[in-house]
């Protein structure tokens, strides 16, 4: 199993990959391919709860996959929070993080990270996730702009301050980061989970 150190590290690791990664991307691009990431942590977090398929691998998994009963991300979301599984910030910073790539997913979508709306929902992540990107944040204040606005904030940084000097795609990025490597660590959590359960049969 691993310790406690070593999943902080892959959880920097994947947030530095994510958010390197996300750099590299169109807007739309880069929402889709966060959305993506999150989901596949889900789904991993959800498949080490359950117990396995009593078919094995031979036909795939009954409950997971596209046209299974937990094969759409809406349902794994709903069903994370039911079990537990994640706190009712994550449960909603999902969801808008959904609608969002729904929304820019549609090739007829002329939304940018600057459109009013798209805004409003990267403020309100961030709003959602302040206790994760406050220590993140914390830790990148040689960044001059950043600890400017730590000291005209007093320490308090609000969702527009950050907006107006990050912009909102760097902004995305950060959350997007963020949310991805928490998910990497409830998946680790998930499996301490089984293997006590497991031993208590």
């Known amino acids: 199993m691993d310790s406690a150190s070593e999943i902080n590290h892959r959880m920097a690791e994947a947030f530095l ?37 009593p078919h094995g691998s031979e036909k795939g998994d009954e409950l997971f996959g596209v046209g299974r009963p937990i094969g759409d991300a809406a349902t794994k979301i709903d069903l994370a929070f039911r079990l537990g599984l994640i706190h009712r910030h994550t449960h909603k910073s999902l969801h808008i993080l959904r609608k969002l790539r729904n929304d820019f997913a549609h090739m007829s979508s002329r939304l940018t990270f600057e459109t009013d709306s798209v805004r409003d929902r990267v403020s309100t992540l961030f709003e959602l996730q302040k206790d994760m990107t406050d220590a993140i944040l914390t830790s990148t204040r040689e960044n001059p702009d950043i600890a400017a606005l730590f000291h005209a904030q007093e320490g308090k940084i609000s969702p527009q301050a950050l907006l107006s000097v990050l912009g909102t795609n760097a902004l995305f990025h950060i959350l997007a980061a963020t949310i991805v490597s928490g998910l990497m660590y409830l998946t680790h959590d998930v499996s301490q989970v089984c293997h006590t359960a497991a031993g208590q049969q």
């Open 17 to 53: 990959r994510v958010s390197d990664e996300l750099r590299g991307e169109s807007e739309r691009g880069a929402i889709i391919l966060a959305f993506a990431w999150m989901e596949e942590e889900l789904t991993r977090a959800l498949k080490k709860f359950c117990l396995p398929s």
